[in-house]
T-cell receptor, first 116, second 111 residues
Framework: DVKVTQSSRYLVKRTGEKVFLECVQD?????MFWYRQDPGLGLRLIYF???????EKGDIPEGYSVSREKKERFSLILESASTNQTSMYLC???????????????FGNGTRLTVT | KQEVTQIPAALSVPEGENLVLNCSFT??????LQWFRQDPGKGLTSLLL?????REQTSGRLNASLDKSSGRSTLYIAASQPGDSATYLC??????????FGPGTRLSVLP
């Protein structure tokens, strides 16, 4: 079974802090994603990566950055946390395009971040 | 632009009932459609994936159908149980890294 592991289930941080959210997948997937989920707004894509050191902005990248130094690990960074970044953060992975285009998207268990 | 909707937003049924959840999408140019389950405060668990060339997929008490030409998918849950209570989301894959999610249907199965 594919496993996507997010390092923290719950985090409480203060405004202005630098926050790191870590995600690791064990299936050698090329694609990795960071979403945030808010009531009434659904899932929104923050950033994705299709290879090591490659990254692309999603729909709401402002206030976030990412890092992918190794294939299995994708980090989301909040440079200076703000209260409007309080949310559920979900990491996901999938194989690359081509023959594996019909493989499922796999999610981690989520990180509930509260910024006070 | 692809849009995905799910009706109803919430559904409450007594235990044992068969039920259908609906997912609609506006553009039929999809690679696949995936159904997920989400328990409160948790991530999304993949239930079923239907490729664009397929009509349905089954897993246990779950059956998902896809009518690409009409932009619709249904998730059929047979003999519902309280443990099926969760939010169910559908998502279409429209590109290599491009997925569009529906808002979900919150299901409550009452004992």
């Amino acid at each position: 079974d594919v496993k996507v592991t997010q390092s923290s289930r719950y985090l409480v941080k203060r405004t202005g802090e630098k926050v790191f959210l870590e995600c690791v997948q064990d299936m050698d997937h090329e694609n990795m994603f960071w979403y945030r989920q808010d009531p009434g707004l659904g899932l929104r894509l923050i950033y994705f990566s299709y290879d090591v050191k490659m990254k692309e902005k999603g729909d709401i990248p402002e206030g976030y950055s990412v890092s992918r130094e190794k294939k299995e690990r994708f980090s989301l960074i909040l440079e200076s946390a703000s209260t409007n970044q309080t949310s559920m953060y979900l990491c996901a992975s999938s194989p690359a395009t081509g023959p594996n285009l019909n493989s499922p998207l796999h999610f981690g268990n989520g990180t509930r971040l509260t910024v006070t | 632009k692809q849009e995905v909707t799910q009706i109803p937003a919430a559904l409450s049924v007594p235990e044992g009932e068969n039920l259908v959840l609906n997912c609609s999408f506006t553009d039929s140019a999809i690679y696949n459609l995936q159904w997920f389950r989400q328990d409160p405060g948790k991530g999304l668990t993949s239930l079923l994936l239907i490729q664009s060339s397929q009509r349905e997929q089954t897993s246990g008490r779950l059956n998902a159908s896809l009518d690409k030409s009409s932009g619709r998918s249904t998730l059929y849950i047979a003999a519902s149980q309280p443990g099926d209570s969760a939010t169910y989301l559908c998502a279409v894959r429209v590109g290599g890294q491009n997925f569009v999610f529906g808002p979900g249907t919150r299901l409550s199965v009452l004992p």
